[in-house]
């Protein structure tokens, strides 16, 4: 399995999303509605998402492959 990183200062300001590192799982959330796009899994310090289009549609408009580790 391939991983990529990815900016999370990128991807919320892109996006119109908010991030909350401070736990496990990490979350990706619409700004707006409040509604989680992403959870992440911390492991070996790092946050990994699958990503599911069908859940957040609005990350679409970036470029990301399929699996994503992210340090925040």
Known sequence: ????????PKLTKENN???EFDADPGLIKDKEMGTELLQGQLRDGLYQFALNFSRSPSLLSSPVPSSHSCSA
């Open 17 to 19: 999303v908010v991030d």
């Open 1 to 8: 399995m391939t991983k990529n990183l990815f900016s999370v």
